[in-house]
C-alpha cells in the first residue's frame, strides 16, 4: 500500500520510475485493479466496500490503504483454503500428520518419517493448485518445501 512519491523515496529513484512500476504491477494484478475502479475509492472514500471473498472495508483513506487490504487479504484467504484442503487429504489418505501451525504464507507440520514424502506431494499438488482461486489467476502457486527436525532446521 505504497504510493509512488514515497516508493521513488524509498528506492531513491524518480517520481516517474516509481510510477511506471507501480503501473506495472497494477497491470500484472489486473484483479486488484478491477476492484480499485468498481469502488471507485476517490469519490467515495468512506463508504464501506465489500470484496468478493465477503471482506467488509469501511473508512479506508487511500487507494493505496484498499490495494494492500486486497492483497493481504486475497493471500490469506488462499492460504487458509489450501491448509483446509492439505488437512483433508492428509486425513483421507490416512497419514500420521499434523499441523502444528501456519504463519503468513507458511505452515508447519509433524509427519511420521514413513508418511513424509507422501505428505509432501499432497501439500505441493494442493498448495500449488488451490482451485477456488484458479479461475482468477492465470498461474499456478509457487510451493516450497524444507524437512527438518525441528522449527530450526
Known amino acids: 500500500g505504497i504510493g509512488y512519491k514515497a516508493l521513488a523515496e524509498q528506492l531513491n529513484i524518480a517520481e516517474d520510475d516509481a510510477y511506471d512500476y507501480i503501473d506495472a504491477w497494477k497491470e500484472s494484478y489486473p484483479i486488484t485493479n478491477d476492484v480499485l475502479i468498481e469502488n471507485n475509492l476517490e469519490s467515495n472514500r468512506y463508504n464501506e466496500y465489500m470484496l468478493v471473498s465477503g471482506r467488509r472495508i469501511c473508512c479506508l483513506e487511500s487507494q493505496h490503504m484498499l490495494t494492500n ?20 487429504e492428509i486425513e483421507k489418505n490416512k497419514l500420521d500428520a499434523n499441523l502444528l501451525c501456519s504463519v503468513h504464507d507458511s505452515i508447519y507440520m509433524e509427519i511420521k518419517e514413513q ?39
Not at 69 to 83: F, L, P
Not at 118 to 125: E, F, G, P, R
Open 69 to 88: 487490504y486486497i492483497v493481504a487479504g486475497t493471500a490469506s484467504d488462499i492460504m487458509q483454503k489450501g491448509i483446509m484442503l492439505v488437512l483433508k
Open 115 to 153: 508418511d513424509v514424502e507422501k505428505a509432501c506431494n499432497i501439500i505441493s499438488k494442493v498448495l500449488t493448485n488451490v482451485p477456488e482461486f484458479m479461475d482468477d489467476i492465470q498461474h499456478k502457486f509457487k510451493v516450497d518445501i524444507e524437512i527438518g527436525n525441528s522449527f530450526e532446521h
